[in-house]
């Protein structure tokens, strides 16, 4: 007998599996193997994050040269899709009709 029908006599109020006054459930072999599975897993884990692959000095700016390189990459690629700059004069310029070089 559930201590939750011995509290309650009618049953567990609400939903049986969550809430304050919920049924316990049983920890299972499966559960256990699981839980183990996942902590070695997570052991191991920390056992590579631990070693880094390079230290402090070669981490730093080895990446600088292929970054740069991606950004004018994608700067070149922006700007060759841009047109290219149009100026006023150039659409305005067929009203120039009546302009002669004394005025």
């Known amino acids: 007998m559930f201590l939750t029908m011995a509290l309650f006599r ?56 292929r970054r740069r390189q991606t950004w004018l990459n994608i700067r070149a690629e922006q700007t060759g899709r841009f047109r290219e700059h149009k100026f006023v004069a150039d659409h305005l310029g067929h009203l120039n009709t009546t302009k002669t070089w004394s005025s």
């Open 10 to 65: 009618k049953g567990i109020p609400g939903k049986q599996w969550i809430g304050k006054h919920r049924r316990p459930r049983h920890v299972t072999w499966q559960m256990r193997r699981n839980t183990l599975a996942h902590l070695e897993r997570e052991a191991e884990n920390e056992y590579w994050i631990s070693r880094p692959y390079m230290t402090a000095e070669q981490e730093f700016g080895h990446a600088a040269e």
